[in-house]
């Protein structure tokens, strides 16, 4: 009898232990993987800053939009977003209004980059094409090691530079 109920409660315990375990770390949900030209409408998106502002990076007046995704989890301090997380960045660097580009982050697959976070980089136009490096007129897309080392900074929030931007 006596070792029937300690077996009742070691049980008991180990099913508490393990649906606790399993409300702490929720089972990371995919972003949308890509960007999308309608993202201030689009309900895959978000964005915690109510105007475009003055940032600290070469894109002057910015506003930043993540996927839904991450919403909660980039407030921590230290995290890594899910495979297909977005975001999108407007930016305004001739300080006449409207968007001059979007600049664009997309977490790929493991492998993708693995010594800098799989992390695929875009500069767009306005109409959401991509934009070609005036320098070498190659387009901007890629694993692209400007935007790295900058990025590299924010190393604690996978990348993210901005997310505390508002
Ligand atoms: C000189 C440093 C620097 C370089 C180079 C740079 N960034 Fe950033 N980036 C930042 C900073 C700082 C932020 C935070 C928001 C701000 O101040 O504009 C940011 C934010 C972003 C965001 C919003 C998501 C986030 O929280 O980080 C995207 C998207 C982005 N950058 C894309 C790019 C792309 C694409 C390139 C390369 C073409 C690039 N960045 C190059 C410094 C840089």
New binding site residues.
Partial sequence: MTFNIARFVYFGLLSIAVVGCGSDDPEPVPGPGAFAKDFATNASFFTNMTAAKL?????KE?Q?WYSTNVNGLIEESTFTVPVGTV???TANMDGIAGVDAY???VKKPAGYDTANGDWH???RMPDGTIMNDPMTNQP?SGP?P??I???AA?KAKDY????T?R
Avoid: D, N, Q, W
Avoid at 55 to 59: T, V
Avoid at 160 to 163: E, I, N, S, V, Y
């Fill in positions: 940032g600290s990076s070469p894109h910015v930043i975001s999108i960045k600049a664009v982050m980089y875009e500069m901007m692209i400007m935007c080392e900058c990025h924010a993210l530079a901005g997310t931007l």
